[in-house]
């Protein structure tokens, strides 16, 4: 695993019990001695597409194919979670390193504006 991949996880219910198989993107490995992600959620509902912050991954990018998604989708920049990588059921494909860059920086400035 390693950060701009896209993986699959369980995203768990507000009542525990086991969610569907979401997308995420791996933004960083957390500090510590515990193997957990930072990682961005992704949707494929682009009416939650913020721009000039969210990133949207059309067919049209150079790196769709590489992604791994299926339609076109929108890496919510604001929707951040820590993962135990134990609930990573996988890869399914990598962002562009020019993404992954953008992402961090409007992530970083975004934190240090609030």
Do not use: Y
């Amino acid at each position: 695993m390693s950060p701009g991949e896209v993986v699959l996880f369980r995203f768990p219910q507000t009542n525990q019990s086991e969610g569907k198989l979401r997308p995420a993107l791996l933004l960083s490995q957390m500090p510590g001695p515990f193997p957990d992600w930072l990682v961005c959620m992704i949707s494929s509902q682009q009416r939650h597409f913020i721009p000039e912050f969210d990133e949207l991954v059309d067919v049209t990018e150079t790196d769709f194919v590489s992604s791994g998604l299926k339609l076109v989708s929108v890496i919510r920049v604001a929707r951040l979670a820590v993962v135990e990588e134990s609930m990573l059921v996988g890869s399914i494909g990598k962002i562009s390193d020019e993404r992954l860059t953008r992402i961090k920086l409007r992530l970083s400035d975004w934190v240090k504006s609030g």
